[in-house]
């Protein structure tokens, strides 16, 4: 087994760098830059801008120096917000938006699962329908809907919770609840269906011949076998939701990392799009390794090669 | 389902629990004026709410009163002379840091001179372009020509500047972000880092950064070593940094922030009638660039044609929605003439006109154009594209030009670019017809007309036009102030006898300002004055 990870992690590596080198040769083949502004400043400013971020050297000699800081663990300084390293943006923004997505996914998870099981059991029952018709609205209905309606309801007419910031626990609320509706919907959904085929295998039948309770047999037996899925999904899911959601964030004001994802692009930030895009490029790969290790544990019939 | 209500049910009792519900501050003034600032350097800042921010912790030789007329800031006094090319400041008496130091001449002249270094690589170094010397000063390091800005500190409180030529709009420069001092231990010391630190920022203004939490908030303390501190009103400021256009509406309407620099769009038409609503003019034109190397737009007589045939009243009244003034001219109205007491307009009058009476004659003119330069009824003209940049405004008057200009017989074809996009096309000359804006930075019309000359950065128009170039060269260092209001009109003829752009409509700063909310102040530049803001207490009726 740790043949099989050192060597996934070296593949995952491989991988961020493929990541790294597209991204960077991509973001420069996009139009406009980052010293546009609807005012231009003085030619000489701009050839000052030029030599300091090295753009007046070849593309491959830019991309040596980057790859060259980035294997020294360097993301480099921002070129729009004066001062600030890439590091310290992620470094602010990530265990921000590492709280939010962390906490959303959790409670998406202790949720959907048992509802999902809930209605699997209860096949084709009134309930089932109900639950799936929920399940439904919730991934259909996009989170800036849901995170609106909250803030319409709750801090505009019931006034419960305050609109913007997260300074309390009591901000937490309403994005966290936004953020959980879509993978709390689908991890049911999925949870159903894979409870489904499990609860029609023999060994379930089995079991329940050799008088296993229902319970039992539904939490320990089916359950075990029926997760796999929902862990492959939970991976990528928790990995693009600790780093933030670009909505959530905005609408709610969260100072977490998932708006500089976008507005680095816009403004053409190019270090804080290749910090925050290499970022979140290692962050799938570990937990791409660690899901593999979930999976060897949960069942011990998969054979990590 | 139960269960999920369960648990959010145990998740909202738990948190009212441990916190203290909606807890807030009655002693600070909470304001949004835009979201986290790319800087607060005043040197590198060029955005207006970082100016606005910027304006609370530092203070210039100068400031601007109300109507936009230069008071004096940091210099207690000065004295021009009579060729109008030397300027001698006296600082005030005690002058000091936000950190308790003092404050003298050399610390302008090196911040000065700081400004304007390549390396330093500032927008607004060209602010400084009126000072003699700012050529050499701008030279690379490595250059041996390389000297600084004629820039001096006579004694400690004596500094004295040399213009390249008189500058009636100098001093009303001194009161810029751009020209206000910074500390030179402390940048040097962090060159670039120094202002996201609230330990290093240091300043000369009303009020002192004490906190900066990232995306979320700064707030502001009256600076007690501010030689005016006695009449600030406000002891803290809390400057929101909010994004979201609709979260700072709920947060307006929830009593979260007093103050509002944006207005969403779409809430334009319900939020006119409140009474928090303000509107205010800027030093700003929203127009259409045509760019002028592209046929058929090479052609004045079809740039002519387009313009007329443009119904400013109709996108004033159904678009812009806020009184914008429809614009028959391209510098706007709120500037002055040489003669203060008349604006650049009443002097310089209109080009055509805007009165909706005249419409039906601008549009057989502007038929009659169109024909006499080949395209009759608009036929054999070529499809055109009017690109623009993502903003329901935007969007709507490109509509309305598209079927304006249809009348022509003239087709065009809308493009939507993304905004960097949108700034590459149009500075490159990759575009026929452009939304345009520009934002002048002082009250002289020449911040309107310097911009059009051969190659110049802002010359979207990639127009060209000798005689122009050669009167805004003689602009900049003509000693006699009406002779040289005579020329900026004749600039500005030049401009419309060419119909090198197509004016739409002023630009004007809307804002919510809640009504227990007093003496707070907008400048023509769209910056925001809280130091004498105070809320009145809202007595029960």
Redesign the interface.
Known sequence: MTKYIIKRIALGLLTVFIVATLTFFLMRL????PF??????????????EE?YHFNEPLSVQYRIYMENLVKGDFG?SM?????TVNDIIA??FPVSARIGGLSIL?SF??GV??GTYAAYKRGKFIDK??MF?ATCGIAVPSFVVS?IL?IVF??WL??F?????????H??MPV?ALCVYP?AYISRLMRSSMLDVLGQDYMRTAKAKGVGQFSSLFKHALRNSILPVVTYLGPLLAYTVVGSFVIE???????LG?DFISSI???DYPVIMGTTVFLALLLVAINVVVDIVYKIIDPRIKLK | MKKLALLLAVIMIFSCFITACGQKDADILSVNIGPEPDTIDPALNSAVDGATLIIHAFEGLMNLDEKGVPTPGQAETYKISDDGLTYTFTLRDGLKWSDGTELNAEDFVYSWNRAVDPETAADYAYMFECIKGYDTATLPATSEDRAPMAVKAIDAKTLEVTLVAPSPFFLEVCAFPALFPVKKDIVEANPEGWTTDPETYIGNGPYKLVEWVNKSHMIYEKNENYWDAENIVSDKIKFVLLEDDNAILTAFKNGDILFADTVANAELEAMKKDPAFKVTEQFGTYYVSFNTQKDPLDDARVRKALILAVDRNYIVDKLGQLNQTPMAAFVPASLFDADKTKNFREVGGDYYSVATSEFEANLAEAKRLLAEAGYPEGKGFPTITYTYNDSSLHKSIAEALQNMWGELGITVKLELQEWNVFLNSRKKGDYYVARNGWLADYNDPVSFLDMWVTGGGNNDAQWSNAEYDKLIKDIKVETDSAKRFEMMHKAEDIIFEESMLCPIMTYVDEYLQAPQLKNVRSSPLGFKYFMYASVEETTAE
Do not use: H, M, Q
């Open positions: 996009v139009p406009g830059g546009l502004s609807e005012k231009t400043p003085s030619a000489a400013t701009l050839k000052a801008l300091k300084v729009k917000r004066k001062g600030t602010k923004g409670i202790c949720i048992p509802i109900i639950i929920f609106t803030l801090s505009g006034g419960w305050p609109s913007f910031g997260l300074t309390t626990p009591l937490y609320v609840t709390t905005k609408i709610f004001n969260i100072p977490g708006r816009t403004s053409r």
